[in-house]
């Protein structure tokens, strides 16, 4: 199984996920996390009160 690493958090995910090209983040992959973290960021209105996902 391919495991790809988050250009944004360099965890490795199984799943990648392709930015929006109005994310600027040519040719990076995302994990799951990220990839929704930054939809919330972009898409705040459609998503509301998950604005924060991580912990540390
Ligand atoms: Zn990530």
Sequence with gaps: ????K???CH???AHKYMPMKQ???NDSIL???CYSRKIHE???GKH???NRIDKN
């Design 23 to 25: 994310w600027e983040l």
């Design 11 to 13: 965890e490795n995910t």
């Design 1 to 4: 199984m391919h495991k790809y």
């Design 48 to 50: 509301k009160k998950i």
């Design 6 to 8: 988050c250009t944004i």
């Design 31 to 33: 994990c799951g996390r």
């Design 42 to 44: 972009y898409y705040p």
